[in-house]
T-cell receptor, first 114, second 116 residues
Framework: GDSVTQMEGPVTLSEEAFLTINCTYT??????LFWYVQYPGEGLQLLLK?????DKGSNKGFEATYRKETTSFHLEKGSVQVSDSAVYFC?????????????FGQGTTLQVKP | ETGVTQTPRHLVMGMTNKKSLKCEQH?????MYWYKQSAKKPLELMFV???????ENNSVPSRFSPECPNSSHLFLHLHTLQPEDSALYLC???????????????FGPGTRLTVL
């Protein structure tokens, strides 16, 4: 079945460091791909998305490119801040889905130190 | 109030209790979802409602009973739960589910459930 795999955390970085969180997926066809972020004590917020191959999603300095050839959707940010500390989830909606279901990776915890 | 709200935010219940979780969305959406977030497992979809009709039940035990009286409200009725049901229960909504629409889902803050 369809699935999402993320790099295991926690990822600990110093402020202004470069961030990469790897995400790969297994799915048929062309799923839609998402990154969600969960700050402590809160629900998930959509960070960015891409719906077709080679699309780049971007928001708040974060970027991810839909790579069909490598089935990847890695999250990057050039300079992280302490306020970026959160749990990041990669997810997909299968192209065959008729219910809008999201399939999530296990989440990656990011800790940014001053 | 805007967005997706959930009540209560925290709930502690015994295995013989009956309780309900409530979700309300103020976004004018027509699709609503229940997810379970456990400490050691990825987020799991439980139920999907589209225009008040249940369109997916992801093999959820019958001790969890959803109810969607209208497009703005979604309930999860709980009875005779087990300690392993302790988790964060998240509600989400999206515009609606039309094949291929891939609408963004908006999440509430969740209800932290502890079953003793």
């Amino acid at each position: 079945g369809d699935s999402v795999t993320q790099m295991e955390g926690p990822v600990t970085l110093s402020e202004e460091a470069f961030l990469t969180i790897n995400c790969t997926y297994t799915a048929t066809g062309y799923p839609s791909l998402f990154w969600y972020v969960q700050y402590p004590g809160e629900g998930l917020q959509l960070l960015l998305k891409a719906t077709k191959a080679d699309d780049k999603g971007s928001n708040k300095g974060f970027e991810a490119t839909y790579r069909k050839e490598t089935t990847s959707f890695h999250l990057e940010k050039g300079s992280v801040q302490v306020s970026d500390s959160a749990v990041y989830f990669c997810a997909l909606t299968p192209s065959s889905s008729n219910t809008g279901k999201l399939i999530f990776g296990q989440g990656t915890t990011l800790q940014v130190k001053p | 109030e805007t967005g997706v709200t959930q009540t209560p935010r925290h709930l502690v219940m015994g295995m013989t209790n009956k309780k309900s979780l409530k979700c309300e969305q103020h976004l004018g959406h027509n699709a609503m979802y229940w997810y379970k977030q456990s400490a050691k497992k990825p987020l799991e979809l439980m139920f999907v409602y589209n225009f008040k009709e249940q369109t997916e039940n992801n093999s959820v035990p019958s001790r969890f009973s959803p109810e969607c009286p209208n497009s703005s409200h979604l309930f999860l009725h709980l009875h005779t739960l087990q300690p392993e049901d302790s988790a964060l229960y998240l509600c989400a909504s999206s515009q609606d589910w039309v094949a291929g629409s891939r609408d963004t889902q908006y999440f509430g803050p969740g209800t932290r459930l502890t079953v003793l």
